[in-house]
């Protein structure tokens, strides 16, 4: 655990996991933060695998939503709204019209109170905030823990909790960026291979919003089921109405309970992630939207389509879409949730 006083005076907490092989992750309290990921190549040289901003200060700076916990409602809503219980509610849109992450002052802004734990998995971070009742426009005082777990084995646990004193719609996800090449590498990930274990995805408008319908990926851009370079959909995907900014979409991933979603190859480094899921969809999305403005780790700029986010969560605009399976979190219940990112190479 270690301490940094930022430019605006606010101390910012950091706590690092080391395994004994050496790979090790780390967490800050400013939204939840997962900060760096280093695991071995199949040179055993270690690597940060996660985007993380030059300096910290960046973090208030730059919105980019690297490695942060995303919420109430991760994603989209469309028009910033969504009626529940009989009752309409009104949010903050900060994308056009829409509802993104949350909004303006969503998790990914805010400091968690965190703490070292000892967890059946492990030695862990847990972090917890509590957002209150009207919160950005959402019912209900939401109370929310994320732990993190970093194994022996470079499986990465994370595990969300939440409860809430009032029906509301609930979707939180770690919005990491992934390049298995490595920060330093400073290459892009249109050679990474991809392989998603959906059958469907979810079609959407030019705004990232859902139509409403959950179609077969056969015939698609979409299919990722037998993995491929990510560059062979780019392709197919560019200069598309309604597509022109790479993939920015939601699959459903096949069965339920905790089981594959993604699976992730870098075959320069021989990196590679698999993301085990209990939640419904994933989105991913190839940051053609970054800012080659703002300089990440060492100082390498943030440039289109260098990193790839793979973020389990619920349906995007799933309150405001009957047919998708229902997010809404009442007092009654606790809401858990478990994503687990495992590294290993080839």
């Known amino acids: 655990r270690s301490e940094q006083k930022l430019a605006s005076g606010r101390t910012l907490t ?3 996991l080391i395994n004994r092989s050496g790979a090790k992750v780390a967490v800050m309290d400013l939204g939840a933060t997962l900060l760096s990921v280093s695991v071995p190549d199949r040179r055993q040289k270690l690597g940060d695998v996660t985007l993380c901003h030059a300096r ?33 509610f009104r949010l903050q849109p900060n994308e056009g019209p829409n509802l993104l992450h949350g909004g303006e002052d969503g998790f990914d802004r805010r400091f968690w109170r965190g703490d070292i734990v ?16 009207g919160d950005q426009g959402f019912p209900g005082e939401l109370r929310v823990t994320v732990t ?38 400073g290459n892009g990930i249109g050679e990474h291979q991809l392989q998603l274990f ?16 959950i179609e077969s990926v056969t015939n698609t851009p979409f299919d990722f089921r037998v993995s491929q370079p990510l560059s062979n959909h780019l392709e197919r995907l560019d200069g598309q109405a309604g597509d022109d900014i790479g993939i920015d979409h939601c699959w459903a991933v096949r069965g339920s309970g905790l089981r594959p979603a993604a699976l992730l190859y870098d075959p320069a480094s021989g990196r590679t992630l698999t993301i085990d899921t209990d939640q419904p969809g994933i989105q991913v999305y190839t940051a053609d939207h970054l800012d080659a403005r ?5 100082g390498l700029p943030c440039e289109p389509r260098c990193a790839i986010a793979l973020e389990t969560q619920q349906f995007p605009d799933a309150p405001n879409q009957p047919d998708f399976p229902d997010p809404t979190l009442r ?15 080839r």
């Open 118 to 133: 000892e967890t059946p998995d492990g030695e862990g971070v847990r972090l917890e905030i509590l957002s209150p009742d």
């Open 198 to 213: 959906a059958d469907q995805y979810l079609p959407r408008t030019a705004d990232g919003i859902p139509t409403g319908s």
């Open 56 to 88: 910290l200060d960046d973090y208030l700076t730059h919105r980019q939503f690297f490695g942060g916990i995303v919420g109430r409602y991760a994603n989209r809503l469309a028009g910033a709204s969504f009626r529940l219980g009989g009752q309409s």
């Open 294 to 298: 703002i300089l990440r780790r060492g």
């Open 331 to 345: 007092p009654e219940t606790i809401w858990h949730s478990r994503t687990v990112y495992s590294f290993s190479v």
């Open 148 to 185: 993190y777990v970093w194994t022996e084995d470079n499986r990465l646990i994370t595990d969300f909790s939440a409860t809430t004193t009032r029906p509301c719609p609930v979707n939180l996800t770690l919005h990491g960026y992934w390049n298995l090449g490595g920060d330093e590498a």
């Open 14 to 16: 950091t706590w690092e």
